[in-house]
């Protein structure tokens, strides 16, 4: 079966910094772009960072650049989003994705072609 799992969200003050990991099993990330999204509540999903596998090439989202940084761990088949100087406004449900097709810009950076595989989100809250 075909799954990935989140991680590494919880509560944190503004501020800080936080890292998500995301996990793939049934599959390897071998050639899939990977990326990472979020919703908070009553907003749409936001596309942030995408890596994609053949050859690390990253991209982010205007939001994350800056303080955000994705990279892959092909041994451990594992995609982590390091964020940094967490503010209120991060405060979502962050989901990662991946897809064997679809590219990082299309599918993460400009929103306009979904990928396949998602996993079912880890809840960041920034407080002040």
């Known amino acids: 079966e075909v799954q990935l799992v989140e991680s590494g969200g919880g509560l944190v003050q503004t501020g800080g910094s936080l890292r998500l990991s995301c996990a793939a099993s049934?599959?390897?990330?071998?050639?899939?772009?990977i990326g990472w999204f979020r919703q908070a509540p009553g907003k749409e999903r936001e596309g942030l960072a995408c890596?994609?596998?053949?050859?690390?090439?990253?991209y982010y989202a205007d939001s994350a650049k800056g303080r955000f940084t994705i990279s892959i761990n092909d041994a451990k088949n594992t995609v982590s989003l390091e964020m940094n100087s967490l503010e209120s406004e991060d405060t979502a449900v962050y989901y990662c994705?991946?897809?064997?097709?679809?590219?990082?810009?299309?599918?993460?950076?400009?929103?306009?072609?979904?990928?396949?595989?998602w996993g079912q989100g880890t809840q960041v809250t920034v407080s002040s």
């Open positions: 049934g599959f390897a990330f071998v050639g899939y772009s």
């Open positions: 994705a991946a897809d064997l097709i679809t590219h990082c810009l299309p599918g993460v950076v400009r929103g306009t072609m979904p990928f396949d595989y």
């Open positions: 890596i994609h596998d053949n050859n690390g090439a990253t």
